[in-house]
């Protein structure tokens, strides 16, 4: 891993050859190392994957917006003194989000910018002087990253620009039209199908490459696909690959998210982040997730308080069973002021809050995919075909043993379903698997409804309070539309053929 992180600070160029935005206008630094002098050899190439490593860093430091504080996960530390990110950030949490908001286009553009260096790199690794394995394992893992990119905007905001070459005429992106999600399905299947026979296994990776994608990585992307399209059998197919990998659950959840313990065996894919040091590699989102006016209490730097994003709502916290030993392990119902000695009621995100000796400076990885989560999903898949069995309830209640929760029995496979989403809520928190686990289990009209529901308990009962400010007419009222996201207005001004989702 340090290796890794070595070498995404060597890295002095990302190639960023296609983002359906006018970013292209920008003039070119004529110090920067350009494409025709790079990707010749292994070493050149290596550097290029390492970067799209690192876009991932900032991506997924930004996923918990789109995919935990939309949903009934987490809310706003409300600020009645400083409104400018209403319209923004807080719009998620209200679903008062439009093709204008701020946010919603950094999902777009940075997905894209992602996608086109990774279909450069690709472009470019025929002709490169590269032993043949090593160019195997570098198209397995670049095809891996783009079906993720392309699994996350299908699910975000429907049929999508479909691009699997490097645009080098910028004029070819005003021509781009979206293409239907099953054409994206079918790219990311192809593409994950030689990810997976060109991966290694998860046993052969040496230890200075841990952090990389595996064969295991790819095959749990897939299984999670098909499940979405619920496909089970083909989705059991992949689990039960994963499965006979070799992983297995930690006994003590605290030491899932331990950065002292990275890339461990219920580790499937993680976001490698190095704290400790001013190299810029740090996991610093977790100082989002922090209370507002903390003042040094949570952060443990005297005078440094949160950004209040991010924050457990009453339900999640209510949701815990009795003696389920990862509540507190996830989070913590509020701190202590230590100049009034004062419970204060805002709670926080533990999860990610380990000590660290730098300020800002925090070191913990985050986890994209692990063993729990195909142990849920591989239980999902035998309950969706038949109800639940034997097996199916040996995956579920093996998560809740380590919980220190009873195991469960005689359900229907209603019963079962419902269950195993609380589970997968509980056992997944704040880790950004909510918003798309409630998509794929509800209907559009139950999740409305859900949803509905949720907002209006918020209004009754705030998790934090909100002074003399109110709700606004359009909060915490959720339309069918506002399912998918809408195509930012900008994407839409330099190229109208993409068209808007319905009810924006």
């Known amino acids: 891993m340090k290796n890794i992180i070595k070498i995404f600070i060597s890295l002095s160029v990302v190639f960023s050859m296609f983002s359906c935005s006018d970013d292209f206008l920008d003039k070119p ?3 920067q190392l350009g494409e025709g002098s790079f990707y010749a050899n292994e ?7 390492m970067g799209v490593y690192g876009q991932l860093q900032n991506i997924t430091s930004d996923q918990w917006l789109y995919s ?37 286009y950094d999902l777009y553009r940075d997905s894209y910018n992602a996608l086109g260096n990774i279909n450069l790199t690709l472009s470019k690794l025929e002709e490169a002087d590269i032993d043949a394995v090593a160019k195997t394992q570098f198209e397995g893992e670049l095809r891996f990253f783009r079906a993720y990119y392309y699994f996350l905007l299908t699910q975000y905001f429907g049929d999508v620009v479909l691009v699997t070459e490097p645009l080098n ?24 199908a030689i ?8 046993n052969a990776v040496d230890a200075s490459d841990l952090g990389r994608v595996t064969k295991g990585a790819a095959l749990t992307l897939s299984g999670k696909i098909w499940l979405t ?63 507002k006016f903390s003042n040094g209490e949570v952060t443990g730097f005297s005078g440094i308080s949160g950004g209040g994003w991010n924050i457990p709502t009453l339900d999640i916290i209510a949701a815990y069973e009795e003696g389920d030993a990862r509540k507190v392990i996830s989070l913590s119902e509020g701190y202590t002021d230590i100049n009034t000695s004062e419970f204060v009621a805002i709670p926080f995100i533990e999860k990610y809050h380990y000590e660290h000796s730098i300020q800002g400076r925090p070191d913990s ?38 919980a220190g929760l009873d195991p469960l029995s005689g359900l229907s496979q209603d019963q079962f379903r419902t269950a195993l989403l609380h589970e997968r809520r509980i056992e997944l928190a704040f880790e950004n698997h909510r918003w798309f686990d409630l998509r794929r289990t509800m209907s559009a009209t139950e999740l409305v409804a859900f949803l509905n529901a949720h907002g209006a308990s918020e209004k009754a009962n705030q998790t934090t309070p909100r002074g003399s400010v109110g709700f606004s007419a359009g909060d915490y ?21 993409l068209g808007q989702n319905d009810g924006y």
């Open 169 to 192: 005429d910028p004029s070819a992106a005003f021509e781009l039209e979206r293409s239907p999600i099953s054409a994206v399905y079918d790219q990311i299947e192809s593409d994950l």
């Open 68 to 104: 935990e504080m939309i949903t009934d996960n987490t809310t706003v530390h409300f600020d009645e003194g400083n409104r400018g990110n209403a319209p923004n950030i807080e719009s998620f949490e209200y679903w008062q989000y439009n093709s204008g908001t701020g946010r919603m």
């Open 477 to 497: 009222i959720f339309d069918t539309h506002e399912i998918l996201f809408p195509i930012p207005n900008r994407e839409r001004v330099v190229n109208p053929n």
């Open 29 to 31: 630094n004529p110090n």
């Open 229 to 291: 399209r619920k496909d089970y059998v083909r989705a059991k197919a992949d689990l039960d690959q994963v499965a006979a990998l070799g992983y297995s659950i930690l006994d003590n959840y605290a030491d899932v998210f331990d950065p002292t313990n990275k890339n461990h065996n219920e580790s499937i894919f993680e976001v490698q982040f190095q704290g400790g040091n001013d190299l810029g590699e740090e996991s610093g989102f977790i100082y989002d997730f922090y209370p």
């Open 195 to 202: 990810a997976i026979a060109a991966l290694p296994h998860p």
């Open 365 to 402: 990885n985050w986890p994209i995919y692990r063993y729990a989560d195909v142990l849920l999903m591989l239980a999902e898949t035998i309950n969706e075909q038949s109800g639940p069995n034997t097996e199916a309830y040996g995956y579920l209640n093996k998560i809740r043993d380590r």
């Open 43 to 49: 070493k050149q190439v290596t550097q290029a994957i």
